[in-house]
């Protein structure tokens, strides 16, 4: 069985965000309820100040923090499916332990407040269980493992898009969004990047494009010293990751 990982190239990515709308698509999130984020933050003071960003999916952790914290085990992480960090929507209470214990920021409770206006589960109202009924539906539903329209109550996060990654044939070392054998299982992030500065492979396979990248190009993963070790892992310095600066007391 693979291990998925994804690689990020800071030194390609243009922040440009087509890979936060192409996973709100693929997976009916709530607009602003983005899986798939792009922060932007400055690094610097003026005169040399400059603006810089940083794409955060869910880094399908190999020692979550989220899964430890959960009370229902709605949360878990499944090793037969190339270890994605899942929530099962049938068991989730909604008490988001989950939502505090990642140190990334990735999880959403869509019940609250909408993060942008208009409300669309006012103007598409849910059917089914359903919080909203999209028009762009995602024809594709697995409540045990966070995938569809999600239901009120609960938490969700990016899957790595385990609906189309899944039905890969066996054995594949990379999901390259250039072959065209391959590109209908490739995650939607990956699938749209303008820049292609998204990879994704198996992280057990010594050949895969995934590995090689990570060992010529040093790569690494965000806010290691939590002990969360991601599958998710970072190239370059053109976009910059923010440094961890430990508080120390005066
Ligand atoms: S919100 Fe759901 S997934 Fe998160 S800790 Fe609570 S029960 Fe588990
Ligand atoms: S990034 Fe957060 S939500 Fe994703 S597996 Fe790690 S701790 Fe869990």
Redesign the pocket.
Known sequence: MAKWGMVIDLDKCTGCQACTTACSMENNTLPGENWQDVLYYHEGQYPSGQMKWLPRPCMQCENPS?VH????R??YKDMDAGGIVF?DWN?????????IACPYGV?F?ADEKPLLEPDLRAIFPGEGGQLWSPPYQNPEEDWRRGIGVQPHG??SKCTFCYHRVSKAPPGTPDLDEDDPMLKEYVPACVRTCPPKARFFGDLDNPSSQVNRLIGDKHGVRLLDHTGNRPQVYYLGAGAGIPAFTPKTKS
């Not at 068991?91 to 939502?99: T, V």
């Open positions: 989220c914290v959960c009370p229902t709605a949360t929530v068991k989730c209470i909604g008490c988001k332990y989950c939502m999880r409770y609960v938490v």
